[in-house]
């Protein structure tokens, strides 16, 4: 088992192997159940085409959360050109913290304590999180993950990430835009710090992964979709190798030929642009 944790305290977990780690036809109201499964929320019960909640929490089908992960899973598929995916996320939400965690310490012991995870299985892509003040971002950063491994093949760690730590914030004037991510990377830029895409691509192990890394995991997905000409093409074009392939080319193979200077680009555009908004 691997893990990772991110900046907001969230961890990624993938359980190798046989784990991964990593249109609507309408809807059913919540309904309420009177037996839990093993301590997995189960009292309510909501299907939104490819994505299924389970919560403790009295959800009703125009709950604005529920809304926004639907327009999330849009968004993504429409942003990077993926097609529906083929497996469903399944959001195991808890009333409470104290019920959450008592849970995640019975069903995964090696795991730190920490407020929502992302568990793929070739019967589940399940998101497990809590009702709190973090709830929104939490499942927003961990159902990108579900989408992304509903609908690929496969998913570079860097891009796994960059694109949870991009999706989790919300939308602005510059896009999702993650303030302290953009001030922690202009501060390291000024102390001679410099993004290094090829150094990010050889990180397979989440456990590999400092605060660093998810900074400009982010920055790349940034730069990407809203400052490199033809990025999000290229982008665009890389999910959908991930999307015909589990052995997919380095990311930067793609990239090179456009950007010889990739590395430099992007520094400008953290110092430049990133800082100032």
Known sequence: MTNSLDNSGNVRAWLMPGLLLLSLAG?????????????LPDRYAIELGQLIIRSDVPLQRDEPLLDELQ??????????????????????LFANEEHYTKYMRAAFPNLPPRRAFFVGSPTELGVYAFWGDNVEEDL????THGVLHASLKTVPLWLDEGLAEYFETTRGGSGRLHPEHARRLALAVSNGWRPDLSRLEKLEDVAQMQRADYQESWAWVHYLLHEAPDGSEVLVDYCQELAQTSNPPQFETQLRPLFPDAELRLTSYITMVLRTE
């Open 27 to 39: 809807c059913h109201l919540a309904r309420e159940r009177s037996v839990t499964n093993n301590g």
């Open 71 to 92: 327009d999330l899973r849009e968004e993504i598929i429409a942003t990077l050109e993926l097609n529906s995916p083929r497996r469903p996320v399944v959001v195991h």
């Open 140 to 143: 927003r950063h961990e159902y």
